[in-house]
């Protein structure tokens, strides 16, 4: 048995966090002296803390390292793939801020300019078709997309349905938060008459951005500023729809997004 002060030096981890784990159930001590409350850990909760410090390590939240903790394995092991490629996403990610900051500070460098955009926009009127999807709606961060897919993409194969090519993102709430917002992700399928939705026809103002979804801001800027210019208003919520990516085995300078904003006349 371990007191809690040699548990939290072995672990690596404060009594104070052991105490919170103790507080929300995470990781209770295996004894609790009724006179003295003194905590006591044995060696089994030693595997178990060092599994929740990997968990951490691997971008879990504590809520959801809970039930992983008494999980069986092929859900242990399909929850770490998921989360692998979302580690993969952030990483990729990385990269790509690394290379706009480094292209930035060139430009900056070299004409004293702050800030210029890289992309020169055409804006297009356009009527879209509509859509069956399939689509997982929640509060997320950016972060979450490559998790959230994976889980879309599987409910999808579970159905029996048919990917039919389209992948996207719907922003729902007025202001953007990049680590919680109300975001609906969702992916066509051929069987229209078995789709969760139909996105419904609509009259947007389009772009495509070429590049980095890190600079996607540039294309919301030009396609706001043409809505206010030609006497448009919003109607709706903006949604991206990703051409091509990372999955075509393109560098991240050629991937391609197209940007929509629904209108109406003012």
Not at 135 to 149: C, P, S
């Amino acid at each position: 048995m371990y007191q809690i002060g040699e548990f939290s030096k072995i672990c690596q981890v404060s009594v104070k966090t052991l105490r919170y784990y103790d507080k929300i159930g995470i990781l209770r001590p295996s004894k609790t002296d009724p006179f003295t409350g003194y905590r006591y850990y044995d060696r089994e909760q030693l595997e178990k803390m060092l599994l929740i410090q990997k968990l951490k390590r691997y971008g879990f939240s504590l809520e959801e390292i809970q039930p992983l903790l008494s999980c069986d394995n092929d859900t242990l092991c399909r929850e770490l793939r998921r989360q692998g490629e979302a580690l993969k996403w952030r990483q990729m990610e990385l990269g790509m801020i690394l290379q706009e900051l480094t292209l930035h500070l060139r430009n900056l460098e070299r004409t004293d300019k702050i800030m210029e955009f890289s992309n020169e926009y055409e804006i297009k009127l356009t009527e879209t078709r509509p859509i069956a999807v399939f689509a997982l709606r929640k509060r997320m961060g950016v972060e979450d997309y490559g998790k959230n897919f994976g889980v879309l993409y599987e409910r999808v194969a579970k159905e029996g349905m048919t990917p039919g090519g389209v992948v996207g993102a719907m922003y729902h709430d007025e202001e953007f938060n990049r680590d919680s917002s109300d975001i609906e992700l969702f992916v066509s399928v051929k069987e229209e008459d078995r789709a969760e939705k139909i996105m419904a026809s609509r009259l947007c103002a389009m772009t495509v951005h070429k590049g980095a979804y890190s600079t996607l801001n540039e294309a919301y800027a030009a396609l706001v500023s043409w809505i206010e210019e030609n006497g448009y208003k919003w109607n709706g919520a903006p949604f991206d729809i990703y051409t091509t990516g990372v999955w075509n085995n393109l560098k991240p300078e050629d991937w391609e997004t197209e940007v929509y904003f629904p209108i109406k006349k003012k």
